[in-house]
Nanobody, 127 residues
Framework: QVQLVESGGGLVQPGESLRLSCAAS????????IGWFRQVPGKEREGVSC????????YYQDSVKGRFTISKDNAKNMVYLQMNSLRPEDTAVYYC????????????????????WGQGAQVTVSS
């Protein structure tokens, strides 16, 4: 049973940074496409960033390009989302997700591509 556990959320002021971590257990990341999604109450879960299992290509939602960076440490079985220059509109619950195999290009930002999900981590950006 694949398990994903997010950590690193919290309350920050606009312009500050946070790094979310996703610990994977009972599987190894090498063959999995990993995505970060976020959701606010009343809205659909949206893709923020993802990293391909085949070549490590990364993809980002337009609103976070240049501010967020996804990375993966296969040795530690960890995935990270470094979030800089945070804005109030980044406030959401952030979820880590996994799909065994390759997801074609930016389709890895699509919710339906994933099979497993973490429990989520709250990120609040407010002054």
């Amino acid at each position: 049973q694949v398990q994903l556990v997010e950590s690193g959320g919290g309350l920050v002021q606009p312009g500050e940074s946070l790094r979310l971590s996703c610990a994977a257990s009972k599987f190894t990341l090498d063959h999995y496409t990993i995505g970060w999604f976020r959701q606010v109450p009343g809205k659909e879960r949206e893709g923020v960033s993802c990293i391909s299992s085949s070549d490590g290509s990364t993809y980002y939602q337009d609103s976070v390009k240049g501010r967020f960076t996804i990375s993966k440490d296969n040795a530690k079985n960890m995935v990270y989302l470094q979030m800089n220059s945070l804005r109030p509109e980044d406030t959401a619950v952030y979820y880590c997700s996994a799909h065994r195999g390759v997801v074609a290009g930016p389709l890895c930002l699509v919710y339906e591509a994933y099979d497993w999900w973490g429990q989520g981590a709250q990120v609040t950006v407010s002054s």
